[in-house]
């Protein structure tokens, strides 16, 4: 240890420093300098020189730092860089700390908060609270230097005479703030507060800004209370040209077992119900949408999960622009998950807005109970999964049904000695339906016997997969025959009532499937041999995978498909999925199924991405020419989808979208369409650097529901980094 006074080149650690018998402090301060020297009479420490200064998660990086330990005070001068226990870091030429590393008087100096954004003032005070006030101040959360380091003027920024800094709070508070946007004051803020960590502070939001054809001119803002760092509440207000005004609220609540949130829209207007645009009332009915969901995590094993959906009419949502849903469910679910076990109790409600819909055929299940078990030891080598299952739907004006079974599957899957990946399985299952009011269900095949009817269910299997694996075209490509092969007896299917299993299309994810009905109420049976062929070419940036299959059925009937499906003869049609992905520039994805007799195209899917993040063009199509007239989900359809970004010079950019539906009369002969029309279409420009994002849109509804009629909106969006403007 040098002696009293003296400097050495190579400096003592502060441990070293710091006498015997001083009073130790509560953090000690660890000491790193070119020189240090000590005054014993003082009781000064002197250090020079890349200094640097430790205590807990604190530091402060200086010329020159001097220790008055007696008055407990710290003088630091020259380049300092003070950092905080937050991450945050302090910048000024001069400044006066406690040994507590508290910061006193300080001149010039600049903030950079740990959650983005800078304050620059001319100087700055600690107040007797320990807040540090500062003056003639700025902030911004924009970049003030660029990439090769030369200074450079932020797109915005946040002047104000007077701001309050707050450590123990996190809190920025500004008086007489003045937003500068593009050099030129534009808009007072009064009572604005920020946060250096992050998260969010109490206070309104600006306004949003848009002009719809049914609503007129629309202004919209919020009031955001942070009640607590696991609770907030957010008022919000819509101001109309054309109707009245509608209020929200959005309340948030994180508890120790989970979170939940529940969001409010309420108005009075006028309604239309129909297509006719003719008003139903001449007085303003109350009108609203509530939205709430959660999950709690009871325990480890234990969860409850649920959501509700309600509007008050089937127009409110599409009128006011809050969502496109053309229905709403709520839910709710108690779930058990541990080892080998999974317990559900569910219900659900489904609130239709569809306008030629009848609500009285929309069903609520009450309750929906689900169990599996998986035993711990093999069954004859492979996994044994019990399962007992029951529903009941209940509805205003159509068919009731109840539904319970119990069954076993049986899996076993082995690896031969040629790399053949073999899959053996074994299924029975026993099920019981109730059904009361069958004649209420227009499709004859949907509606099952009357009263109670019983069914027994048995299936075997057998699949078996050979994948060949070498090199190709400079990567490694895997060729992968499978074949499959299904047996089941006669099933009783069309004497029980099909309420899950309607929507059923011959597609590559079901090719293999043991069922390829999506529910319960149906189950294939006859004897099926299924054969499929996968490649997948894999090199550096690039990945493509393609299949294709086919089915064949023994039996030359089965009644239980729709003509159309892909399924209803003994050979089924040609079914195959292609996707290619290069780097992140090509996301290609077709999906097809022919027609086993003339290779016409029963459907054709893609989807396409091509472009950067900042210009690209995405592409959808979907053509559905199946000729199902007996059953009116499986209706033909097509439409397209194309959306396209285009930026120019280095922050700008143009973007469009749009849905058109090209179905003619012969595909849906209720509608009638044309063949041509455009459903809704956007087009809008935007500004976008590190800190700022404007823009303008344009969009156009095509179609008329209600009172949400069609016609053109203009809305203008506005973000700033940090702040939560939109």
């Known amino acids: 240890m040098p002696e009293p006074g003296t400097v050495e080149d190579d400096p003592p650690r502060a441990a070293d420093a710091v006498e015997p018998n001083e009073p130790a402090l509560t953090e000690p301060i660890n000491f790193e300098a070119d020189q240090l020297a000590y005054d014993n009479e003082s009781d000064t420490l002197v250090a020079r020189g890349n200094v640097v200064l430790r205590s807990a998660d604190r530091s402060v990086r200086a010329n020159e730092v001097v220790w008055v330990r007696g008055e407990g005070r710290i003088y630091a001068v020259g380049n300092i860089r003070l950092v905080d226990e937050s991450g945050n870091q302090l910048f000024t030429d001069a400044i006066e700390l406690t040994d507590t590393f508290e910061a006193g008087a300080m001149s010039r100096l600049l903030i950079a908060l740990r959650a983005g954004g800078r304050l620059a003032a001319q100087s700055a005070m600690r107040d007797e609270d320990g807040t540090i006030v500062l ?58 507060t920020i946060r250096t960590d992050g998260g969010a502070e109490t206070g309104f939001t600006n306004p949003n800004f848009r002009v719809t054809n049914v609503n007129g001119i629309e202004v919209s803002g919020d009031y955001y209370w942070r009640i607590a760092d696991n609770k907030d509440l957010t008022l919000g207000a819509f101001v ?44 303003s009915d109350p009108r609203g949408y509530l939205f709430a969901n959660g999950r709690f995590q009871l325990d480890p094993a234990w969860s409850l999960t649920g959501s509700v959906r309600v509007a008050s009419d089937r127009t409110f949502l599409r009128r006011y622009d809050l969502s496109r849903d053309d229905r709403l469910r709520s839910t709710i679910n108690l779930e058990r998950i541990d080892k080998n076990s999974y317990l559900s109790l569910a219900g659900w409600a489904t609130q239709t807005l569809r306008i030629n819909a009848e609500q009285g055929q929309i069903p609520v299940a009450v309750p929906a109970f689900d169990y599996r078990y998986n ?36 899996d076993l899957r082995t690896l031969t000695d040629l790399g053949q990946v073999v899959t053996f399985t074994a299924l029975a299952r026993g099920d019981v339906y109730h059904t009361q009011n069958i004649e209420a269900t227009e499709t004859e095949s949907y509606r099952g016997n009357e009263g109670f009817t019983g069914r027994a269910i048995a299936l075997a299997a057998v699949d078996v997969e050979w994948p060949f694996v070498s090199e ?29 299993a309607r929507a059923i299309d011959l597609e590559d994810s079901n090719l293999f499937a043991l069922n390829r009905f999506n529910g319960y109420d149906r189950v294939e049976d006859g004897t099926r041999i299924t054969w499929g062929v996968d490649w997948e070419l894999t090199r550096p940036g690039l990945r493509l995978k393609t299949n294709v299959g086919q089915s064949y059925r023994l039996e030359s009937e089965n009644d239980l498909f729709p003509d159309g499906t892909g399924l209803s003869e003994r050979v089924s049609d040609f079914v195959g999925r292609t996707e290619v992905r290069y780097r992140d520039f090509i996301q290609f994805t077709h999906r097809f199924r022919l027609d086993k007799d003339n290779l016409a195209v029963r459907r054709n899917e893609i989807d396409a991405a091509v472009g950067s993040k900042r210009t690209y063009v995405e592409l959808g199509y979907l053509q559905l020419n199946r000729d199902i007239t007996e059953v009116e989900d499986l209706q033909d359809r097509e439409e397209v ?78 973000a700033l980094r940090n702040l939560g403007f939109n």
């Open 472 to 500: 190709a075209f400079g990567g490694t490509q895997v060729l992968t025959p499978r074949v499959q092969f299904v047996a089941s007896p006669p099933i009783r299917n069309l004497d029980v009532p099909n309420e899950d």
């Open 375 to 410: 035993l711990d030891d093999p069954v004859m080598g492979g996994n044994l999964q019990l399962q007992a299952n029951t529903l009941s739907l209940v509805r205003q004006e159509g068919q009731d049904t109840q539904r319970a079974f119990a069954g076993a599957q049986w």
């Open 641 to 718: 989808r194309a959306a396209a970004r285009v930026a120019f010079g280095r922050k700008w950019s143009a973007f469009g979208s749009g849905v058109f539906n090209l179905t003619d009369k012969e595909d849906d002969p209720v509608f009638e369409p044309d063949g041509f029309e455009p459903i809704r279409t956007r087009l809008g420009i935007a500004y976008q650097d590190d800190c700022i994002e404007f823009g303008f849109t344009w969009r156009r509804d095509f179609i008329t529901a209600g009172d949400a009629a069609r016609g053109n909106s203009f809305q203008l969006s506005f």
């Open 135 to 192: 003056t003639d101040a700025a902030y911004t959360a924009c970049a003030v230097t660029d990439a090769k380091g030369c200074d450079k003027n932020p797109s915005w920024r946040i002047t104000a005479q007077r701001v309050r800094y707050d450590d123990d709070t996190s809190k920025v508070s500004f008086t007489g703030a003045m937003l500068e946007l593009f050099g030129q004051r534009l808009l007072p803020l009064p009572g604005l």
């Open 240 to 283: 109309f040209s054309e109707v009245a005004p509608m209020a929200s609220a959005h309340w948030r609540h994180l508890t120790e077992k989970g979170a939940y949130q529940i969001t409010g829209y309420a108005t009075a207007s006028q309604r239309v119900s129909n297509f006719t645009g003719v008003t139903t009332t001449e007085e």
